[in-house]
């Protein structure tokens, strides 16, 4: 496994259920993330969260899911630790706050509300093919766009990284 005592952690959100072609971005977000031994989190259930930590574990990174229900069961079969909450959508707050950016690939309403939460956390949030926000008629503009799951990564490292170095 490719991960430091210091790891950098990184969340894969998106819908509980996608496309072949949205879980083939996801799986490769997920791989990507784990080549550049980042600790993948995510809400633990199926669609882009398990086509991300497919991805991260078949590449021998280290996955997180951050399940809504009461049973460490829910979790897809990818997912190496499962933290049960209890919370339903709830557990977003969770998911956002423990990482340093979040990858957001397509999602519906429960993507939308972590999107929210990262934002008022201050947490980046970089997209493939996901939410645009606008307020007042202009768009918002705080969703990074990636062009696709390794500019998203890369993206996603590098603003990590300019924070690690703003805190120094």
């Not at 078949?58 to 829910?74: D, K, Y």
């Amino acid at each position: 496994m490719r991960v430091s005592n210091c790891a950098n952690s990184i969340a894969v959100i998106g819908g509980n259920q996608c496309s072949e072609e949205i879980a083939r971005l996801a799986e490769e977000v997920g791989r990507e993330l784990a080549k550049r031994g980042v600790v993948l989190i995510c809400g633990g259930l199926g669609g882009v969260m398990e086509a991300a930590c497919r991805g991260a574990k078949r590449e021998g990174g280290m996955t997180v899911g951050i399940l809504p229900g009461n049973s460490r069961h829910e979790a897809n079969p990818h997912v190496q630790i499962p933290i049960v909450t209890g919370m339903g959508y709830a557990r977003n707050v969770i998911v956002v706050k423990s990482v340093q950016a979040v990858i957001a690939v397509d999602g519906g309403y429960g993507t939308l509300s972590e999107i929210a939460f990262a934002l008022q956390y201050n947490i980046p949030v970089i997209g493939v093919g996901t939410w645009c926000l606008s307020l007042n008629g202009h768009e918002d503009g705080r969703i990074i766009r990636a062009d696709d799951p390794i500019d998203a990564v890369s993206k996603a490292i590098t603003l990590i990284d300019n924070q690690k170095s703003e805190e120094s």
